[in-house]
């Protein structure tokens, strides 16, 4: 049963310092037609994370408490370096100017959680910050909570003074992917608010890279793979696969282009040691090959497509 937790209401987010990919952050946010909303949660560590006692809750409108934007208790659990994503979970739903379309059936189908009836977290639009906590204590911020100044704006903007009547809208009808370099949530109400510090932007209704994330911890944790031998080929290869093995299960591969973007990824059971990947669809170029063996260590490899 989700429950709205008063004491999440008042705007105060102590003396919290999270540690480079120690904790669960805001890794994407949807903010997209009608109530097709959602936001993605990344666990960084080299261990899975049960979400019990973790909550999303928003500011609405620029308010310094969550009272008017709803609380969702999280369930469920994220495995290492993996992502949990939440969508609205709700139908169609009645404003003051007529109705909001329910979210996208393909939207929804992504969902690891699907949001509670309004108020709650995916209701966001523009101007509403949501934070990420941990047993009443604040271990990430989207935005910025009790801001006076966006409290009758849209969206927060990426031109001084960021409050939306300047420069390009980054809030509304986006979807913003969290940077690869950030590897810990904000925990001090920023101010301001500068949106393109950490957020990179994609154009509305765009989810290909919900359920994934990369992030510089996937590497940052244990580094290369020191006890596991493994080998990717063909490289260079040229008929349109590869073979990743190794001399230990396989749980996760993935494949990112010179900008970091992730461009493919399998996920496997741990048991598998051998796995082909079609590249038939990749330009030529050097690419990275990065994987997360069974016995959580990491490796790496650059690979060139012919």
């Known amino acids: 049963m989700k429950k709205t937790l008063l004491y999440f209401s008042f705007l105060v987010f102590g003396a919290t310092y999270a540690q480079d990919c120690s904790e669960l952050f805001i890794s994407e946010y949807v903010e997209g037609s009608g109530n097709s909303k959602a936001l993605e949660l990344y666990n960084p560590t080299d261990a899975a994370i049960n979400l019990s006692g973790y909550s999303l809750g928003r500011y609405s409108n620029g308010n310094s408490n969550t009272t008017a934007g709803g609380v969702l208790n999280l369930t469920g659990t994220i495995a290492s370096n993996s992502t949990f994503v939440i969508v609205n979970g709700v139908g169609v739903t009645s404003t003051a100017t007529g109705s909001s379309p329910a979210a996208d059936p ?9 949001d509670g009836p309004y108020p709650s977290p995916t209701f966001m639009n523009g101007n509403d910050a949501i934070g990420l906590f ?17 409290a009758t704006a849209q969206s927060w903007s990426d031109a001084f003074p960021y409050d939306g009547s300047v420069g390009a809208w980054w809030t509304k009808d986006q979807t913003l992917i ?5 590897v810990k949530g904000v925990t001090v109400n920023p101010d301001p608010f500068i949106v393109t510090t950490e957020w990179d932007s994609l154009p509305k209704d765009t989810w290909t890279e919900l359920g994934q994330h990369t992030c510089n911890c996937f590497v940052g944790i244990n580094e290369l793979a020191s006890k596991v031998s493994f080998v990717v080929y063909p490289n260079p290869s040229q008929n349109g696969k590869i073979v990743v093995s190794a001399s230990t299960g396989i749980v996760k591969i993935e494949i990112l282009n010179v900008l970091g973007q992730v461009i493919a990824s399998e996920v496997k ?6 796995t082909e990947i079609g590249t038939a669809n990749f330009e030529k170029g050097m690419y990275t090959v990065r994987i997360l063996f069974a016995n959580n260590e990491f490796a790496q490899s650059n690979l060139i497509i012919q």
């Open 106 to 114: 393909i939207l929804q189908a992504m969902a690891d959680l699907l």
């Open 134 to 150: 941990k047993n009443g204590v604040m271990v990430d911020l989207f935005a910025k909570a009790g801001d006076a100044s966006i």
């Open 178 to 182: 969290r940077k690869a370099t950030v």
């Open 269 to 274: 059971n741990g048991s598998v040691i051998s």
